[in-house]
C-alpha cells in the first residue's frame, strides 16, 4: 500500500522552528521528486519547496528562501522540512507529495497539480 506520512506539526512561537517529516511506505521516496505543500484556512494550497527525482536539485517559494530547507534521508525513506524563523503566516496544514511521473534530472515544480501521492497533513500553528 503506497503512503506517505507527514508528522513533526505542532505550537510554536514566531521566530521558533519545527522539522516535518515525510515517511513512505510501499514505495521508496528516492524515486521520485517529492514537494512540500500547505493550506492555511481559506486559502489554497501553494507549493512551499520540492526536490528533484536524480541530483536532488532543490526549489523554494519566495516567502519561504532563507528559511525552510527541504532534504532527503534515503536510509529512512524520508524527506524532511526544516523551518525556521517561523511566523505567523506560516500557520497552516501541511502537506508532502509524490510527483511519481517525474523525470530523472528533472527539476522539480510547485504546482500541486503534478503531485499523485499525498499525505494526510501535519498541523503548524505559530502563535505566542
Known amino acids: 500500500q503506497v503512503q506517505l506520512v507527514e508528522s513533526g506539526g505542532g505550537l510554536v512561537q514566531p521566530g521558533g522552528s519545527l522539522r516535518l517529516s515525510c515517511a513512505a511506505s510501499?514505495?521508496?521516496?528516492?524515486?521520485?521528486?517529492i514537494g512540500w505543500f500547505r493550506q492555511a484556512p481559506k486559502k489554497e494550497r501553494e507549493g512551499l519547496s520540492c526536490?528533484?527525482?536524480?541530483?536532488?536539485?532543490?526549489y523554494y517559494r519566495d516567502s519561504v528562501k532563507g528559511r525552510f530547507t527541504i532534504s532527503r534521508d534515503n536510509t529512512k525513506n524520508t524527506v524532511y522540512l526544516q523551518m525556521n524563523s517561523l511566523k505567523s503566516e506560516d500557520t497552516a496544514v501541511y502537506y508532502c507529495?509524490?510527483?511519481?511521473?517525474?523525470?530523472?534530472?528533472?527539476?522539480?515544480?510547485?504546482?500541486?497539480?503534478?503531485?499523485?501521492?499525498w499525505g494526510q497533513g501535519t498541523q503548524i500553528t505559530v502563535s505566542s
Open positions: 526536490i528533484s527525482r536524480g541530483d536532488n536539485t532543490t
Open positions: 507529495a509524490a510527483d511519481v511521473f517525474s523525470g530523472y534530472l528533472d527539476p522539480c515544480r510547485l504546482e500541486s497539480t503534478r503531485y499523485d501521492y
Open positions: 510501499g514505495f521508496t521516496l528516492d524515486d521520485y521528486a
